[in-house]
């Protein structure tokens, strides 16, 4: 009798939070349901609590979006974006860590921060120290911008244009290597009290940077960190913005609504990372989703439909607005989207199409509804087993290493997914129950606190002849 074919063993899921330092981020109105905690986004106690929370459910990280501008595109001007408090008010990122990081041990930290407007290196200086207050707990997810706004504010008539902004970032990351990496060999404090040397100066060495963008002729002002350069994370989708990330990412963003969109997606980043003289495995892929749970499922649907219930349409075009670059206040929410004339969202709404169960071209008001909870990303609703069942089936079926969790509700939808998902996973054997010990590029993927030797960023180490 033929034995019978051995099975593949489950892949492993991995879940980072999705949040940022304003009311309701991704999920515009949602801030008026009553278990709704975003508008405490000021308070201390909200962001130590989240932190609290998701290191009970062995979150790889809290990845905190940040934007320096506001959504304008669409009406032309801010007073949509106002009303509707779509990620304005926004207070800044990093000043959040330190204390989520006192009262937690293993949880990391994802800081987005622009390369567009601020020079590398002070920025190298804030990264160095937030990693040594964490014990090497921080990653930065590298950004080059996208609103017009803040180019505006910050002296510009407009951004830079796509890939040119992408030449500005392959500076700025050269800038921050030569710094992180370069300046200070790993013994040169001493610490020598009897012969009053606290650094050895010729351990210690001046970058010599001159560049199209950038002059750094000195040393670095913080001795080396836990893990001295920060996990590298990006979320380019644009041919220019994967070889980006192949390059200098180690988390890799990405928000595809399908699952055979994700496949492709995933498919191309590997090979990139290939292409650049790095294992396929060497940047964990995280995808965008939303989650809503319950004990059950009709207590989940329930749940989803009470959710709807609150959002804001109009808040969530505004954000779309923003994202695709075309000013959709001026159609009506049942005009196709056949008529909007801009590549952007053409090749959005395509993906989209793939994703409606109805069949048919999309509507404004499709586009809305769709983007009203949790964004761009697709939603599974469903008891902590069907969505376990379903995050199971997007691993499997498209290589990606986990999932970046938006929420409808904050702390209440990560609370869920702890209480509901989680162990379900757990019980599953494709989640882990505790953290190992380490630092977070460590925890990811296993091979020590600094940038591997094929890393894009080690080439900037100082060798000792």
Same mark, same amino acid.
């Given at each position: 009798?033929?034995?019978?074919?051995?099975?593949p063993?489950?892949?492993?899921?991995?879940f980072?939070?999705?949040?940022?330092?304003?009311?309701?981020h991704?999920?515009?109105?949602l801030w008026?349901h009553?278990?709704d905690?975003?508008?405490?986004?000021?308070?201390?106690?909200?962001?130590?609590?989240l932190a609290?929370t998701?290191?009970?459910?062995?979150?790889?990280?809290l990845?905190?979006?940040?934007?320096?501008g506001?959504?304008?595109v669409f009406?032309?001007?801010?007073?949509?974006?106002l009303?509707?408090?779509?990620?304005?008010p926004?207070?800044?990122?990093?000043?959040?860590?330190?204390?989520m990081a006192?009262?937690?041990?293993?949880?990391?930290?994802?800081?987005?921060a622009?390369?567009?407007?601020e020079?590398p290196?002070?920025?190298a200086?804030?990264?160095?120290?937030?990693?040594?207050l964490?014990?090497?707990?921080?990653g930065?997810n590298?950004v080059?911008?996208?609103l017009?706004?803040?180019a505006?504010?910050m002296?510009?008539?407009d951004?830079?244009?796509?890939?040119?902004?992408y030449?500005?970032?392959e500076?700025?990351?050269?800038?921050?290597?030569?710094?992180?990496e370069?300046s200070?060999?790993?013994?040169?404090v001493?610490l020598?009290?009897a012969?009053?040397?606290f650094?050895?100066p010729?351990k210690?060495?001046?970058?010599?940077?001159?560049?199209?963008?950038?002059?750094v002729?000195?040393?670095?002002?913080?001795?080396?960190s836990?893990?001295?350069?920060?996990?590298i994370?990006?979320?380019?989708?644009?041919?220019?913005g994967?070889?980006f990330a192949?390059?200098?990412?180690?988390a890799?963003?990405?928000a !595809? !609504?399908t699952?055979?969109?994700?496949?492709?997606?995933?498919r191309?980043?590997?090979?990139?990372?290939?292409?650049?003289?790095?294992?396929?495995?060497?940047?964990r892929?995280?995808?965008l989703?939303t989650?809503?749970?319950?004990?059950t499922?009709?207590?989940a649907?329930?749940?989803?439909e009470?959710?709807?219930?609150?959002?804001?349409l109009?808040?969530a075009?505004?954000?779309?607005?923003?994202?695709?670059g075309?000013?959709?206040s001026?159609?009506?929410l049942?005009?196709?989207?056949g008529?909007?004339?801009?590549n952007?969202?053409?090749?959005?709404v395509?993906?989209f199409?793939?994703?409606?169960?109805?069949g048919?071209?999309?509507?404004?008001?499709?586009?809305?509804?769709?983007?009203?909870?949790g964004g761009?990303? !697709?939603?599974?609703?469903?008891?902590g087993?069907?969505?376990?069942?379903?995050?199971?089936?997007?691993?499997a079926?498209?290589?990606?290493d986990g999932?970046?969790l938006a929420?409808?509700?904050?702390?209440?939808?990560f609370?869920?997914?702890?209480?509901?998902?989680?162990?379900?996973l757990q019980?599953?054997g494709?989640?882990?129950t505790?953290?190992?010990p380490g630092?977070?590029?460590?925890?990811?993927?296993?091979r020590?606190d600094?940038? !591997?030797?094929?890393?894009?960023g080690?080439?900037?180490?100082?060798v000792?002849?």
């Amino acid at each position: 009798m033929p034995h019978p074919e051995p099975q593949p063993e489950p892949q492993p899921v991995r879940f980072n939070a999705f949040d940022m330092n304003c009311v309701g981020h991704q999920s515009p109105g949602l801030w008026r349901h009553p278990q709704d905690r975003s508008r405490d986004y000021r308070d201390l106690d909200y962001w130590t609590g989240l932190a609290r929370t998701l290191e009970r459910g062995v979150f790889d990280g809290l990845f905190i979006a940040d934007v320096l501008g506001t959504y304008d595109v669409f009406g032309g001007s801010d007073e949509a974006t106002l009303r509707a408090g779509t990620q304005v008010p926004v207070n800044d990122p990093m000043m959040l860590v330190s204390a989520m990081a006192h009262v937690t041990e293993h949880l990391g930290f994802g800081i987005t921060a622009g390369t567009a407007y601020e020079h590398p290196y002070p920025f190298a200086r804030r990264m160095s120290t937030l990693d040594h207050l964490t014990r090497g707990r921080v990653g930065w997810n590298v950004v080059t911008g996208y609103l017009p706004s803040a180019a505006r504010n910050m002296g510009h008539d407009d951004q830079l244009e796509h890939d040119e902004r992408y030449d500005h970032a392959e500076e700025y990351l050269e800038v921050l290597y030569k710094l992180w990496e370069g300046s200070w060999e790993d013994d040169a404090v001493v610490l020598d009290a009897a012969g009053g040397r606290f650094t050895d100066p010729a351990k210690v060495h001046p970058i010599e940077h001159h560049g199209r963008w950038f002059d750094v002729p000195g040393i670095h002002l913080c001795e080396p960190s836990p893990q001295r350069s920060p996990v590298i994370f990006q979320a380019g989708s644009s041919p220019r913005g994967v070889a980006f990330a192949a390059r200098h990412a180690e988390a890799i963003f990405v928000a !595809p !609504p399908t699952k055979e969109i994700l496949a492709d997606t995933v498919r191309r980043i590997r090979a990139a990372l290939v292409e650049e003289g790095r294992a396929p495995d060497s940047a964990r892929i995280y995808a965008l989703m939303t989650v809503i749970t319950d004990a059950t499922s009709e207590a989940a649907h329930t749940k989803h439909e009470e959710y709807l219930a609150h959002a804001d349409l109009e808040g969530a075009l505004v954000l779309c607005s923003g994202w695709m670059g075309v000013d959709l206040s001026r159609y009506r929410l049942d005009e196709p989207v056949g008529a909007i004339r801009s590549n952007a969202i053409q090749s959005a709404v395509a993906a989209f199409n793939q994703a409606d169960p109805k069949g048919g071209e999309w509507t404004v008001g499709d586009i809305a509804r769709w983007a009203a909870i949790g964004g761009l990303g !697709p939603r599974i609703v469903g008891s902590g087993e069907e969505v376990a069942d379903e995050l199971q089936a997007w691993v499997a079926e498209t290589g990606v290493d986990g999932f970046n969790l938006a929420y409808a509700i904050t702390p209440g939808t990560f609370e869920d997914v702890v209480e509901h998902v989680v162990p379900v996973l757990q019980e599953r054997g494709v989640y882990p129950t505790s953290y190992e010990p380490g630092t977070l590029r460590e925890r990811l993927f296993g091979r020590g606190d600094r940038l !591997p030797e094929e890393h894009h960023g080690a080439s900037f180490r100082r060798v000792r002849v």
